[in-house]
């Protein structure tokens, strides 16, 4: 029975490296020796930005608008519009916008293959030195190339990462939670950056070197994740950004969001099999593990650690009843987080507990997936809407009215 409670242990160990130090260690290490690097903020290479496309009339014209309305030089940025086989208006919509800006370079795929060979084919075409990777379910703020470029007048920089932000009118527990996670995740993200390279990045605001870019092997791998492992296998830094900042109306329910998040976990886990080595060497191994392969495991972890208190317990070690205690007031607010899950007005504490467990238990699925090799190359779309004021009633966890 000792050895439920050295499992347990090993477990909560684990988790509170993962979640707590960390981020503190990293936070420390960034106050306490930052790499630093060069930055010119007149500096101009040319730009390709690459915007697949499937089925996003709802957003694009949004989208590609606030691309046009980027401050930097028309003569030295192109923007590649790829139609993955859209079957709305979409195709419509780009040859509207690419009939009046001779700066929208669009293409016309007949089916629908996924956004990975969409990724491939758009990254063939482009032309410049730098690419900037843009969802259509976002918006650039008018100094997003500008901060994105300044950095690459240092050689050691592979590529930037921007930052996400998120609106609605919502004010229910998943978008407070998100919201929430996203402050925590960029803080990490800036702090990574400052003492080497980030690990993470938001697929629909990044940017890399055109000699960077390595055509994405296989339709199952996550292009953001294959880009951050190329980057730094590459011996280059991959930074972060603050001012290079992505909008997105934020649509999705617990449906959407688990979807995600599993999708997220099985697809950068099948990404290692291209460079494995970088788990176990390099300057960046030691970020992987707690900021991605912990935080994948955590729902495993917190079994590990509920199960080895109950056996504990039941063996006798009485000592181990305060943990119980603990562990049982968590599960009570998770409940009460599922209960209140689609109020205007949720519990603050229990909707966060209740979105974390959604999340890892969607991260668990995906390991699950993973090992079953089960990914999909195409997934579902999740919900979209033009403004703040429209929001999809999708099911029925759907945000309420």
């Known amino acids: 029975m000792s050895i439920m409670i050295y499992l347990a242990a090993g477990c909560l160990f684990l988790l509170l490296y993962a979640y707590i130090a960390f981020p503190l260690l990293v936070s420390l290490l960034a106050r306490l020796r930052p790499r630093k690097w060069r930055m010119d903020e007149t500096y101009r290479p040319t730009v390709s930005i690459i915007l697949p496309v499937f089925n996003e009339e709802l957003v694009l014209r949004r989208c590609i608008e606030s691309l046009l309305n980027l401050n930097y030089p028309n003569d030295k940025i192109e923007i590649l519009c790829g139609s993955d086989g859209s079957m709305d208006s979409s195709p419509a919509i780009l040859n509207e916008m690419?009939?009046?800006?001779?700066?929208?370079?669009?293409?016309?795929?007949?089916?629908?293959?996924?956004?990975?060979l969409t990724l491939n084919d758009l990254v063939a075409h482009a032309n410049n030195e730098i690419l900037l990777f843009v969802d259509a379910d976002v918006t650039l703020n008018p100094n997003a190339v500008l901060s994105h470029v300044r950095h690459y007048i240092d050689q050691s920089v592979g590529g930037v990462a921007g930052r996400l932000t998120i609106a609605s009118e919502r004010t229910d527990g998943i978008y407070r939670s998100e919201s929430t996670f996203l402050s925590f995740e960029s803080n990490l993200r800036r702090n990574e950056a400052e003492i080497g390279s980030t690990i993470g990045l938001?697929?629909?605001?990044?940017?890399?070197?055109?000699?960077?870019?390595?055509?994405?092997?296989?339709?199952?791998?996550?292009?953001?994740?294959?880009?951050?492992?190329?980057?730094i296998n590459s011996g280059q830094r991959l930074l972060y950004e603050?001012?290079?900042v992505?909008?997105?109306?934020y649509a999705r329910d617990y449906r959407e969001e688990s979807a995600r998040k599993?999708?997220?976990?099985?697809r950068c886990l099948y990404t290692f099999r291209f460079?494995?080595?970088?788990l176990f060497r390099g300057p960046a191994a030691w970020l992987l593990w707690p900021h991605k392969i912990l935080r994948w495991a955590t729902g495993f972890l917190a079994l590990g650690v509920l199960l080895g208190s109950f056996a504990g317990y039941f063996a006798g070690m009485e000592w181990v009843l305060p943990f119980l205690v603990l562990e049982s007031l968590i599960l009570i607010l998770i409940f009460v987080g599922w209960i209140a899950r689609n109020s205007k007005r949720p519990l603050p504490l229990a909707s966060g507990m209740y979105w974390f467990f959604r999340m890892n238990l969607a991260f668990m699925m995906g390991i699950v997936e993973f090992l079953f090799s089960r990914q999909k190359p195409i997934w579902e779309q999740t919900s979209r809407f033009d403004s703040l004021s429209a929001v999809p009633i999708r099911d029925k966890e759907a945000v309420h009215s």
């Open 98 to 116: 690419a009939g009046k800006n001779q700066g929208i370079r669009p293409f016309f795929f007949p089916r629908q293959r996924g956004k990975m």
């Open 202 to 231: 938001y697929g629909g605001n990044y940017s890399m070197r055109r000699s960077m870019w390595h055509a994405l092997p296989d339709d199952r791998v996550y292009d953001d994740f294959f880009a951050v492992l190329n980057i």
């Open 242 to 244: 603050d001012g290079a």
């Open 246 to 249: 992505s909008t997105e109306l």
């Open 262 to 266: 599993k999708r997220n976990a099985s």
């Open 275 to 278: 460079m494995p080595l970088v």
